[in-house]
């Protein structure tokens, strides 16, 4: 079936550096990728979609500037914590739907990034 | 995208179906229904998808109401692992650039 790949799994950095974050489509193209944040025992929330040769679009509250977005292929999307503090601490989770009809998105299996 | 209304919490024995009902009375013409797990500390899985129709695959079994106000997953022989948070979404239509919308969902327990 239809493969995401995520990485890293998890990372642990100092406050003020920068994490990049893949996300990969194994075995499918992707023109429109999602990325999520989830805090402990809290749902998913949609913090952008990337979409393939564009810039992304953000959803309200979450700065485009810290959070930078790239989706150069129709494979890859990269995101970006840049200047991460604690508070940035949380599960990052990429999706990715196959551009052929009536597919549903696929998930990474997320990246656990802690800030210290 | 139509609200959904799940139970916060569910117990089943190991072994014995899994009825994971979900509501979604204001759902539209061209909304499709969507379920997904989490398992602890992964991402989603995506679990099966409907219309109108009830549907089948290797995971789980979808019925939909006839108004399409509400929908149940079955899982036919629960397993331990199959211990997970399962999200019912409504989802406009099959478009690639639709994202979903992620609720409460319902923390099945599967015990021995």
């Known amino acids: 079936g239809a493969v995401v790949s995520q990485h890293p799994s998890w990372v642990i950095c100092k406050s003020g550096t920068s994490v990049k974050i893949e996300c990969r489509s194994l075995?499918?193209?992707?023109?429109?990728m999602f990325w999520y944040r989830q805090f402990p025992k809290q749902s998913l929330m949609l913090m952008a979609t990337s979409n393939e040769g564009s810039k992304a679009t953000y959803e309200q509250g979450v700065e485009k500037d810290k959070f930078l977005i790239n989706h150069a292929s129709l494979t890859l999307s990269t995101l970006t914590v840049t200047s991460a503090h604690p508070e940035d601490s949380s599960f990052y989770i990429c999706s990715a739907r196959d551009n052929r009809y009536d597919q549903p998105q696929h998930f990474g299996d997320g990246t656990r990034l802690s800030i210290l | 995208d139509a609200k959904t209304t799940q139970p916060p919490s569910m117990d089943c024995a190991e072994g014995r179906a899994a009825n994971l009902p979900c509501n979604h009375s204001?759902?539209?013409?061209?909304?499709?229904v969507y379920w997904y797990r989490q398992i602890h500390s992964q991402g989603p899985q995506y679990i099966i998808h409907g219309l109108k129709n009830n549907e089948t695959n290797e995971m789980a079994s979808l019925i939909i109401t006839e108004d399409r106000k509400s929908s149940t997953l079955i899982l036919p022989h629960a397993t331990l692992r199959d211990t997970a948070v399962y999200y019912c979404i409504v989802r406009v239509g099959n478009n690639a650039g639709n994202m979903l919308t992620f609720g409460g969902g319902t923390r099945l327990m599967v015990k021995p």
């Open positions: 075995d499918f193209q992707a023109t429109t």
């Open positions: 204001t759902i539209s013409g061209n909304e499709y």
